[in-house]
């Protein structure tokens, strides 16, 4: 293969590597405790953003849940007495609430 190709693909892959976006990964996060499972971060690969879940009974905050999404979208809904609230977003860190 031509040196130049290489260089310049190898180049591309390094920048690609800085560049993804960086998430808090917390798989378990009671009321304002701290994180109790699955502490951490992920790297958001292709089509995944930062993600924030909170779920609310009787507008106390009972968990919430941080992980990279694939395909992540902003959603709010009440089931069986408790709202999910789906917070997405794309800046590193930003799911740390």
Do not use: P
């Amino acid at each position: 293969m031509d040196k130049r190709f290489l260089l310049v693909f190898s180049l591309f892959c390094c920048i690609e590597a800085v560049t993804l976006l960086k998430c808090i990964t917390c798989h378990l996060r009671m009321k304002s405790d701290r994180c109790r499972r699955g502490y951490g971060v992920c790297l958001a690969q292709r089509d995944e953003s930062c993600m924030l879940l909170r779920i609310y009974k009787d507008y106390a905050l009972q968990l919430s849940y941080m992980v990279c999404q694939r395909f992540c979208r902003n959603l709010t809904f009440t089931f069986s007495n408790r709202t999910y609230i789906h917070h997405c977003c794309e800046a590193d860190y930003c799911n740390k609430r």
